[in-house]
Structure formats: structure tokens, C-alpha cells
């Protein structure tokens, strides 16, 4: 038999309160600290706009992490939230004087609104918000007076109603506020229009910017210096869609250079890089050296997806000083049939001591290149991830690179491709030879040491596009069975 714990006094209050929406509002001058994150806590759960608004009016601690209670943004709930926002700059206060110093509106769990905590827990809670917020973007003194207005924005194509009216109004109160995106994915906007919204936040506090475009290579170079006015930021994810590929072709060489090199100079400006993803940036073929050069801080992940490399754009993963503490190494539709990878070993090599993940996929690395580098990847001790999926390699070759993985003890998932073997002409896949094969490859490899999560994964059917893998498990495409 259970017991259900009677309420507290504390929760008492708070539910009479959130239940009077002007004796909850009248009380507040004279309500104590600790009762104001659960009355908020309640108060917002119950959509109590009113007393939201007069709350954050009259909120007594350093932040307020509202975004935390916004699992689901709400035009209402935000509209009164920044009400009282207004009401905290229209006060009849000094700034120094004033209580709200932080208003963070990302959705990242806090246990500040853990009701059972007390009040100096909560007081606790709301300055370690606060103070690391101070900490990571050090500013100005004239900024610092000013109320913070903390966001991640996720924008694409047309814009919600809710995004619009909390840009809308960030805008008109630029001049009052602090105004910083922490997090800003952008999705098929327009350039003036992603300009207008940079102008908004101050841009050393963007941290991480993905963003997914169409847009050609002049208008990526007149958008350059917004990205190097980002000092702060440690993660960018930048993906160009090909559609304007043709006018990109029919561009005199020099106008292409002279972009090329106003993009890529922005990156000397980003100080705390850590963390870069580029995918269809066709114009960077040749100029990979130059890229990785400018970086002024060694990168922890590395992604490079859908363009093509040169032999000097390979051996600048060999030279470059800036990849020598490499985690993370993604190539997806990077063609290598044509190149030398011996600067890959090298590569493979400098960073032996840190790689945790090598993904090699469909770059159509034939056996004479996987052999190149077979002796250094058995170096490679930290390694908990490789994915070699969609590349053209023998069965001898993939038996040689499975010895050479006895001493990578941390691999907890590896992908490799269906040997050549099992296809006719056309890349047809025999199915019976695909599995026979795939049992004998498992099988060495057990020889050498046991795999946590192995799968051998044939080329993409061109009928029902699906792959027949081979793991713990068979499963073979629809055409196959």
C-alpha cells in the first residue's frame, strides 16, 4: 500500500496564489524570494498571463531561465514573459539597481525550477546561470548594464509567429537590451534577410551557426564578414545547395578567386573554433591548405561532404598543425579513386593518440589507396568509431584492414562496404555471395578480437534504394529477397 506525501505549506501557498490572479499580483512587493520560482513555475503552467508578466516585472534574482519551461513555444506565454520585460525597462529604477540581470529563453533543462530546492539553493542556482553567461562573453561595461536577453533561434523558410514577433520585438528595443543568440540555425533565408536578423544579437555571442543555403558564391562573399565578426563562435556547420552551380561555372576565374579568398579569410578571425562542418562548397577544391591554415585554434571535428579534392587539398590534412588534435574525421562524397593517400596516413598518424571516429564513406577509395594507410589506421588506439560504407575494395584488402584493427580494442561500431566480389557487372549484388563473404570477413575478425557492433553494408539497390547489411543480423533489400 502507497502513501502519497501530504502537500507542504510551501506548495499551499503557491497554489492559492496561482489560483488568485490579483491577490497574487498585489502580494508580490511583499512575497519572499523563495516563493517566486515556484509561483512562476505555476503560474506558467497554468498560463496565468497576468501574473507572468507582473512576475518577470518584479522577478527579485539575477536570471530567470524561462526557456527551460517552454517545451513548447507558446505566442501567449511569450508575449506576457516579454511584457514584463518591458516593464523591467520602463521601471522607475536605476540599472544598477535592478534584480533581473539575465532572461534566458533557450529550452535547456535547469534544475533551478526544481520546486523542493530552497531558497538559497535557488539564489545559488539563478547567479551560476548568470555568472557563466558573464564569463563566456565578456563585454563592454555600457552592454553589461543592460538587461540580457539570452535565445537559440531555429529559422527556416517562413518563419513562425512566434519567431517573428519576438525578432520584431528585439529590434525595436536593440538600443535598451543585450541582445544574444547563442545557438542560430538558418534554413533557405534569403541573405538580407539572415543580415537583418545578425544585426540584431551581438555576434561574438553566437557560439554555434549552422547554416543550410542556396545561395551562390558572390553572395556567400558579401556574407563573409558577418561570420568573421563571430569571435566566439565554436561550431559551423555551412551546407550550399547546388542549384546555382551553373551560374558558379560561367564565372570568370578571377571574380571566383577574389570570393574564394574573402571567404576563407574570415576564418583567421574565429579564435575558438573547435568544431567546423562544410558540405558542398564546390569552390573550395585547391584550396584546402589555404582554409585549414587560417585556423587559429587546433579543431577537435572535422567534416567534409559532397566536393571535390585535389592532391594538394589531401596532403594539406598531413601539414596542416591545426588537425593534429583531430577527434573527429567525416569525408562523405569526397571522390578519391584518383588521389595518393599516403598524406592520409601521415595524417592518420599525427593523430593517433586522439582520433575517436574515422568516417570514410562513399568516397569510392579503390584497394591500392586503402592499402596506403591500412598500417597507420592500426595505430589509431582511441579509436571507438570507422565507417568505410560505399568504397571500392576487394576481399583480400578488407581481410588485410580487419588484422590490421586487433590492436583498436575501443571500437564499439565499425561499417564496412560489401566486398567487390559480391557484385556482377553494373554493381548487380549477388545476395548468396554477399553473405557468404560478409560470415567469412566476421569470422577473421573474431579471430583477432571480439566486435561490439559490426555491419558489412552493400552499395544502395538502384531499384528500391536500400541496402542489404550483414551484422548480428542478415537483412537484404526487397529486390533481394
Not at 515556484?38 to 498560463?47: D, I, M, N, S, W
Not at 519576438?166 to 528595443?173: G, I, K
Not at 534554413?187 to 540584431?200: D, E, F, N, P, S
Not at 567534416?303 to 588534435?325: G, N, R, T, V
Request: charged fraction near 20%; proline fraction near 4%.
Amino acid at each position: 500500500m502507497s502513501f502519497q506525501a501530504p502537500p507542504t505549506l510551501l506548495s499551499l501557498a503557491v497554489q492559492s496564489l496561482a489560483k488568485n490572479e490579483a491577490l497574487a499580483i498585489n502580494a508580490l512587493q511583499e512575497l519572499p524570494r523563495e516563493l517566486f520560482p515556484p509561483l512562476f513555475k505555476a503560474a506558467f503552467t497554468g498560463r496565468h498571463t497576468k501574473i507572468l508578466k507582473e512576475m518577470v516585472g518584479a522577478w527579485p534574482l539575477p536570471c530567470l531561465p524561462v526557456g527551460a519551461l517552454m517545451n513548447i513555444p507558446d505566442m501567449t506565454v511569450l508575449q506576457a514573459v516579454l511584457d514584463g520585460v518591458d516593464m523591467q525597462l520602463t521601471g522607475n529604477f536605476h540599472p544598477s539597481k535592478r534584480k533581473l540581470q539575465v532572461l534566458d529563453l533557450r529550452n535547456v533543462h535547469h534544475h533551478f525550477w526544481d520546486v523542493s530546492a530552497g531558497p538559497e539553493d535557488e539564489d545559488s542556482s539563478a547567479e551560476t546561470v548568470c555568472q557563466k553567461q558573464k564569463a563566456t562573453h565578456p563585454h563592454r561595461y555600457a552592454l553589461r548594464r543592460r538587461l540580457k536577453v539570452v535565445t537559440d533561434l531555429h529559422l527556416q523558410f517562413d518563419l513562425e509567429e512566434h519567431q517573428t514577433y519576438f525578432l520584431q520585438w528585439a529590434q525595436e528595443r536593440r538600443a535598451s537590451l543585450n541582445l544574444c543568440c547563442v545557438k542560430l540555425q538558418i534554413r533557405g533565408l534569403a541573405m538580407h534577410t539572415v543580415r537583418k536578423i545578425l544585426q540584431i544579437f551581438q555576434p561574438y555571442c553566437i557560439e554555434e551557426l549552422e547554416l543550410n543555403t542556396g545561395w551562390t558564391l558572390s553572395t556567400l562573399a558579401c556574407f563573409a564578414p558577418c561570420l568573421g565578426q563571430m569571435k566566439n563562435l565554436r561550431k559551423l556547420h555551412l551546407t550550399l545547395v547546388h542549384e546555382k552551380l551553373f551560374t558558379f561555372l560561367h564565372t570568370s576565374t578571377d571574380i571566383q578567386e577574389k570570393s574564394v579568398t574573402k571567404f576563407i579569410s574570415q576564418f583567421s578571425k574565429l579564435n575558438s573554433l573547435q568544431h567546423l562542418a562544410l558540405a558542398g562548397l564546390y569552390f573550395l577544391t585547391g584550396h584546402m591548405n589555404e582554409l585549414l591554415g587560417c585556423l587559429k585554434t587546433p579543431l577537435e571535428f572535422l567534416s567534409m561532404a559532397l566536393c571535390k579534392y585535389s592532391q594538394s587539398d589531401m596532403e594539406s590534412f598531413a601539414q596542416c598543425q591545426s588537425l593534429h588534435h583531430l577527434k573527429h574525421l567525416h569525408l562523405a562524397g569526397i571522390i578519391l579513386h584518383d588521389l595518393s593517400l599516403v598524406p592520409l596516413g601521415i595524417f592518420l598518424e599525427n593523430v593517433a593518440n586522439t582520433l575517436k571516429t574515422l568516417e570514410l564513406e562513399h568516397c569510392r577509395m579503390t584497394d591500392s589507396q586503402v592499402i596506403a594507410f591500412i598500417p597507420a589506421l592500426n595505430k589509431c588506439s582511441q579509436l571507438i568509431e570507422v565507417n568505410f560504407c560505399d568504397n571500392d575494395i576487394s576481399t583480400s584488402v578488407l581481410m588485410n584492414l580487419l588484422h590490421h584493427t586487433a590492436n583498436l580494442s575501443q571500437l564499439i561500431m565499425e561499417l564496412y562496404p560489401a566486398p567487390l566480389e559480391c557484385y556482377e557487372t553494373g554493381f548487380v549484388l549477388r545476395a548468396e555471395r554477399f553473405v557468404q563473404l560478409s560470415s567469412e570477413l566476421m569470422n577473421i575478425l573474431r579471430t583477432v578480437r571480439q566486435p561490439h557492433s559490426i555491419c558489412f553494408a552493400s552499395q544502395l539497390c538502384l531499384i528500391c534504394s536500400q541496402r542489404c547489411t550483414y551484422g548480428l543480423e542478415t537483412r537484404l533489400c526487397h529486390c533481394c529477397q
